[in-house]
């Protein structure tokens, strides 16, 4: 019985270890999809800033 009991704890420790690298990598991707999502929005302001800057050039081009 002693053989079965430690292949047993082994199970265990690797169940609980592989739960524990799953969980740190879905963390990880939180933080990735959390940075691209900012990233993203920056690249939208960036986006609006642009397009104003061009309809502004664009109104003082048809004034001359």
Known sequence: ???FLFLFGLI???A???LKVRQQNAE???EI???VIKAEGRLDG???ELKHLYE???KRNEKN
Do not use: L, Q, V
Request: glycine share 4%; proline share 5%.
């Open 33 to 35: 999809e959390n940075r």
């Open 12 to 14: 265990i420790e690797f």
């Open 16 to 18: 609980d270890e592989s």
């Open 1 to 3: 019985m002693g053989p």
């Open 28 to 30: 990880t991707m939180n």
């Open 46 to 48: 960036h986006d609006i």
């Open 56 to 58: 502004k050039e664009a």
